[in-house]
């Protein structure tokens, strides 16, 4: 079966610091990946969508970057944090259908 | 691009009561519509979905119609518990295609026992 991970859970990073959050699938290949971000109290931003490796689109300027250098991997970072990169991010993938399209997300808090 | 707009966001109930949620799309190529429950602190679910195909869709004590039309489509929950109680999001997406989904805001819907 098909499988999502995700990691950290949490994490508390000081202004300016770096970023790597990482996502893996496991039981399919060749998946659409994704990241969203949700602000505390608040929806679900879609920041990066991948249809393959090495390709990324982004949805919105920000201060965060992706990448995928594998099929079933994806990286989202930044080279410097802001105190607005705080928020609640979740990595998906396709098909949407599946139950367990989300990954169970990283808490960051940027202090 | 597709936007989603979600309406009310919070509604707040009787246990037993009926809860509806409503939410409207823009991009006419959207053909599948899922719903998704967050309870606090975790991961949304996929709790029920229907395509462009299909009017309404049930699934025990909830149910979801779509108006391809007039481009919306609402979530009904009947005889609700305090259990359901989270945050609700619909969304939208074209299956076929890059498949990403775009969200509504979502709704809070508290259950006061």
């Known amino acids: 079966s098909q499988t999502i991970h995700q990691w950290p859970a949490t994490l508390v990073q000081p202004v300016g610091s770096p970023l790597s959050l990482e996502c893996t699938v496991e039981?399919?290949?060749?998946?659409?990946l994704y990241w969203y971000r949700q602000a505390a109290g608040r929806g679900l931003q879609l920041l990066f969508y991948?249809?393959?490796?090495?390709?990324i689109s982004s949805e919105v300027p920000q201060n965060l970057s992706a990448s995928r250098p594998q099929d079933r991997q994806f990286i989202l970072s930044s080279k410097k944090l802001l105190l607005s990169d705080s928020g609640f991010y979740l990595c998906a993938w396709s098909p949407p259908a599946l139950p367990g399209r989300f990954g169970s997300g990283t808490r960051l808090t940027v202090v | 691009g597709e936007n989603v707009e979600q309406h009310p966001s919070t509604l707040s109930v009787q246990e037993g009561d009926s809860a509806v949620i409503k939410c409207t799309y823009s991009d006419s190529a959207s053909n599948y519509f899922p719903w998704y429950k967050q309870e606090l602190g975790k991961r949304p679910q996929l709790i029920i979905d229907?395509?462009?195909?299909?009017g309404e869709k049930k699934d025990q004590r909830i149910a979801v119609t779509l108006n391809k039309t007039a481009k919306h489509f609402s979530l009904h929950i009947t005889e609700t518990q305090p259990e359901d109680s989270a945050v609700y999001f619909c969304?939208?997406?074209?299956?076929?295609?890059?498949?990403?989904?775009?969200f509504g805001k979502g709704m809070k819907l508290t259950v006061n026992p």
């Open positions: 229907i395509r462009s195909n299909v």
């Open positions: 969304a939208a997406s074209w299956e076929g295609g890059s498949e990403k989904l775009v």
């Open positions: 991948s249809v393959g490796i090495g390709q």
């Open positions: 039981g399919t290949s060749n998946p659409n």
